[in-house]
């Protein structure tokens, strides 16, 4: 089982990003997808999720109307476009696939993203 984020960088505020999480090793389109930050000194906190089949998508309120979460599970990848960035959002994001059905709970290693000017 294998989740790699890929996109992260350092931008400027007011910019953009494209987080993408690739995955293998399991049966991705019947699992849940999120993706999370944790900032130095702050606790992990939940960005944004996508549930498996009706697509349904939950966001942090700090990001609604600025992020959005999609998914091809066709290529097993999950997506976090980042609009409008902050500095506030500054932090490693890591996605995460869950399938409570099975007790499965999968993270990936997580990726920098830095908001400066």
């Known amino acids: 089982v294998r989740l790699v984020e890929s996109g992260g960088g350092l931008v400027q505020p007011g910019e953009a990003l494209r987080l993408s999480c690739a995955a293998s090793?399991?049966?991705?389109?019947?699992?849940?997808l999120s993706w999370h930050r944790q900032a130095p000194g702050k606790e992990r906190e939940l960005v944004a999720e996508?549930?498996?089949?009706?697509?349904?998508?939950n966001y942090a309120d700090s990001v609604k109307g600025r992020f959005l979460i999609s998914r091809d599970d066709a290529i097993k990848t999950v997506y976090l476009q980042m609009n409008s960035l902050k500095p506030e959002d500054t932090s490693v994001y890591s996605c995460?696939?869950?399938?409570?059905?099975?007790?499965?709970?999968?993270w990936g290693q997580g990726t920098q993203v830095t908001v400066a000017s």
């Open positions: 995460r696939a869950r399938r409570v059905a099975l007790g499965n709970d999968f």
């Open positions: 090793g399991f049966k991705f389109d019947r699992y849940d």
């Open positions: 996508i549930t498996s089949g009706p697509d349904n998508t």
